[in-house]
């Protein structure tokens, strides 16, 4: 049982704008930054979105990361194949002083 | 262009310590504003947490590891060691280290070491 709570599945057509929520509470997403990471079948996660919605060097603008109180969402428009993956969010959690994940939402480019 | 790399046996016994190292090329583990920490994920599953390091000595631990877990940092070989003791076969996994960016975020990462505990 994840301390953050994520859809197993998603999925969409080519082109489709897609979401991906991410459920916490007041100890993680309420006091402090989402970080968002996908994974490729046999890679390391690469990360994201951190902060709740920025982007690192190199992350096309079609990803964005939202957020209000407890929950926050990743967003994906123009979806493309190569967006097939398994997403997680993560944040640093007060009352376990360290960092939890989401289960993870496999996303399915139909 | 910081690179992590895991490093370790892939077999561990039953009961037996688990030791891995990450090597750190590109950024000096000494340099400041950077944790170091270590990610797990068993076969199939999500990403567990494992522990976070930090140049000074300061660390953190996931509490359902942490009777068990010990990181340390060997700045002469800018290296990250990971140690598990009295492993089970629910140890099972792959192991990534990584960078941890200001927000908790891990922004470098290794490719990942699997570890298998069997007899």
């Known amino acids: 049982q994840s301390v953050l709570t994520q859809p197993p599945s998603a999925s969409g057509t080519p082109g489709q704008r897609v979401t991906i929520s991410c459920s916490g509470s007041?100890?993680?997403?309420?006091?402090?930054?989402v970080n968002w990471y996908h994974q490729l079948p046999g890679m390391a996660p690469k990360l994201l979105i951190y902060?709740?919605?920025e982007r690192p060097s190199g992350v096309p603008d079609r990803f964005s990361g939202s957020w209000s109180g407890t929950s926050a969402s990743l967003a994906i428009s123009g979806l493309q194949s190569e967006d097939e993956a398994d997403y997680y969010c993560?944040?640093?959690?007060?009352?376990?002083?360290?960092?939890?994940f989401g289960g993870g939402t496999k996303l399915t480019v139909l | 262009q910081v690179q992590l790399q895991e490093s370790g046996p892939g077999l561990v016994r039953p009961s037996q310590t688990l030791s891995l190292t990450c090597t750190v090329s590109?950024?000096?583990?000494?340099?400041?504003?950077?944790?170091w920490s270590w990610i797990r994920q068993h076969p199939g599953k999500g990403l567990e947490w494992i522990g976070h390091i930090y140049y000074g000595g300061d660390t953190y631990y996931n509490p359902s590891l942490k009777s068990r877990v010990a990181l340390s940092l060997d700045t002469s070989d800018n290296q990250i060691s990971l140690k598990l003791s009295s492993v089970t076969a629910a140890d099972t996994a792959v192991y990534f280290c990584?960078?941890?960016?200001?927000?908790?975020?891990?922004?470098?990462w290794g490719p990942g070491t699997l570890v298998t505990v069997s007899s």
């Open positions: 902060g709740y919605f």
């Open positions: 993560a944040a640093w959690d007060n009352g376990l002083n360290g960092v939890v």
């Open positions: 007041s100890s993680n997403i309420g006091s402090n930054s």
């Open positions: 590109g950024a000096s583990i000494r340099s400041g504003g950077y944790y």
């Open positions: 990584a960078r941890v960016g200001q927000l908790a975020d891990f922004d470098y």
